[in-house]
């Protein structure tokens, strides 16, 4: 660890545990989605080695993962969410999910879209490289995977190679979309999703979804999750439609904030830690993203007419 970042990260019981660059600084162990188990499990102890470390952190935050959901701790608490499909079997969910994601997976087979599970290779990372390449912008704002080289498209989907599945769909000989989930303990976790929009016709997603539900099945997984259901007060957006319709449901789970320094406790009486999306109401969130969208837009459409 260098001069520069030795108050921003710590390791308690082989846990990185690292510090948001915020004017409230909160702490949580790096990738705690990804880790299998409850990762704190004896949260009195690592708050109190937490504490002694003196990390420059007002806040601590852990949370419960589904499906253990009943609170365990007296810790300030509120109640987190992720979306995620319960398995059973695949017919189970055929019969649940919206009648269009049916037509959807129909769709992308007659369409000629193919799904395989494959091993990480260079061909996946030249396919991840096209597919960011695309389009510089997704879902009304900037694309953040846009532009990046091979070499980092290689090091980013080479993390969890000995727990993770990938997932691909072919067009013909193409590659126009693909999943990264990773094995948590029994819970399937999808890392990333992506498609290419020139080929959203064929439904390449909904069928990138339906093989997911698919293999968590043969391999018993309890729950494939994909990030949360609702993001702070934002109830309403075309990602939640999407989940909906492919048949996540919103599942709750205790989230905890430790206070550490007096900053944090006032924080945390006036849920500043929230951040912004979880403060502000939902209608106003959505009128600022709309607006964002449109900026981002237009200012597209004037770099492109500029050229």
Not at 6 to 24: E, N
Request: hydrophobic share 40%; with cysteine; charged share 30%.
């Amino acid at each position: 660890m260098n001069g520069s970042d030795r108050h921003c990260s710590i390791v308690i019981d082989g846990l990185p545990v690292r510090v948001s660059k915020k004017w409230i600084k909160v702490a949580a162990v790096y990738d705690e989605d990804w880790l299998p188990g409850q990762v704190v499990s004896n949260p009195e102890s690592f708050i109190s080695r937490l504490r002694d470390s003196r990390l420059e952190a007002d806040i601590f935050t852990f949370a419960q993962k589904i499906p253990d959901t009943k609170p365990k701790y007296q810790y300030p608490m509120e109640w987190d969410n992720v979306a995620a499909i319960p398995i059973t079997t695949y017919a189970d969910w055929w019969k649940q999910v919206s009648t269009d994601m049916r037509k959807d997976v129909k769709r992308a087979e007659k369409r000629g879209i193919v799904v395989k599970e494959v091993e990480f290779s260079d061909e996946i990372v030249r396919g991840v490289v096209e597919i960011n390449n695309e389009t510089p912008i997704r879902q009304g704002r900037p694309f953040v995977h846009y532009g990046k080289s091979f070499e980092v498209v290689n090091k980013e989907y080479s993390t969890y190679l000995d727990t993770c599945e990938f997932l691909v769909a072919y067009y013909e000989d193409e590659l126009v979309g693909i999943i990264k989930m990773v094995y948590v303990g029994d819970l399937a976790c999808i890392m990333e999703i992506l498609s290419k929009t020139a080929h959203n016709d064929k439904r390449p997603v909904n069928a990138l979804i339906a093989k997911a539900v698919a293999v968590c099945e043969k391999k018993q997984k309890s729950y494939l999750t994909y990030g949360p259901f609702f993001y702070g007060n934002k109830k309403k957006s075309s990602f939640v439609d999407f989940k909906r319709r492919n048949g996540f449901l919103r599942i709750v789970f205790p989230r905890y904030y430790v206070p550490l320094t007096f900053k944090g406790k006032i924080a945390i009486k006036l849920k500043l830690q929230r951040g912004w999306i979880g403060i502000l109401p939902g209608f106003l969130i959505s009128f600022l993203v709309d607006l964002r969208s449109k900026m981002y837009r237009r200012n597209i459409f004037r770099f492109a007419v500029s050229k």
